[in-house]
T-cell receptor, first 112, second 117 residues
Framework: AQTVTQSQPEMSVQEAETVTLSCTYDTSESDYYLFWYKQPPSRQMILVIRQEAYKQQNATENRFSVNFQKAAKSFSLKISDSQLGDAAMYFCAFTNAGKSTFGDGTTLTVKP | DARVTQTPRHKVTEMGQEVTMRCQPILGHNTVFWYRQTMMQGLELLAYFRNRAPLDDSGMPKDRFSAEMPDATLATLKIQPSEPRDSAVYFC???????????????FGPGTRLLVL
């Protein structure tokens, strides 16, 4: 079974600064997808970024980028130029064969 | 702007009552997932369907929960009878396998907040 670990229950960042959220996973599979989802207080799950395991290039989406280290089974999310609207809980997820496993989440606070 | 829709958004009911939650996947998506989110357990996969056929419902308590896809535009999750421990937010997500390995990105609905008294 796959496991996803987010070792930081809470993180905070100053507005306009950069923050990195950690995620590690454990799997014996070689082909899978990794995701970061954002869940604001509204509880809506919003897709932030996606990484295919077969791609070596790290995914980027505007201010969001990942550092994907396949050998280390690490998938961290970097948020640059943090904004107040980035405050939310962030979930890392692993998907293979149609099933997803989610981490326990990291609550990000953005300080003005 | 294509979105997954879920109804109702909020539901308060009494123990023993039947609860039905509905989900409309994004048009064209052929995979539908049901998740439950609680503080204690986090986000748990209950069941998922592809092309309306159930592929995995191992995460779902069989004695009281049932999930169906009567057609491609509707997925339902029923709890009968409901219990206080079922109180949670229930999310539906849909996806369309594409690309290498035919994996899908899951797009979540807004969730149904269920409170069973």
């Amino acid at each position: 079974a796959q496991t996803v670990t987010q070792s930081q229950p809470e993180m905070s960042v100053q507005e306009a600064e950069t923050v990195t959220l950690s995620c590690t996973y454990d799997t014996s599979e070689s082909d899978y997808y990794l995701f970061w989802y954002k869940q604001p207080p509204s509880r809506q799950m919003i897709l932030v970024i996606r990484q295919e395991a077969y791609k070596q290039q790290n995914a980027t989406e505007n201010r969001f980028s990942v550092n994907f280290q396949k050998a280390a089974k690490s998938f961290s999310l970097k948020i640059s130029d943090s904004q107040l609207g980035d405050a939310a809980m962030y979930f890392c997820a692993f998907t293979n064969a149609g099933k997803s496993t989610f981490g326990d989440g990291t609550t990000l606070t953005v300080k003005p | 702007d294509a979105r997954v829709t879920q109804t109702p958004r909020h539901k308060v009911t009494e123990m023993g009552q039947e609860v039905t939650m509905r989900c409309q996947p994004i048009l064209g998506h052929n995979t539908v997932f049901w998740y439950r989110q609680t503080m204690m357990q986090g986000l748990e996969l209950l069941a998922y369907f592809r092309n309306r056929a159930p592929l995995d419902d191992s995460g779902m308590p069989k004695d009281r929960f049932s999930a169906e896809m009567p057609d491609a535009t509707l997925a339902t999750l029923k709890i009968q009878p409901s219990e206080p421990r079922d109180s949670a937010v229930y999310f539906c997500a849909s996806g369309l396998p594409t690309g290498h390995g035919q994996r899908e990105t899951q797009y979540f609905g807004p969730g149904t907040r269920l409170l069973v008294l």
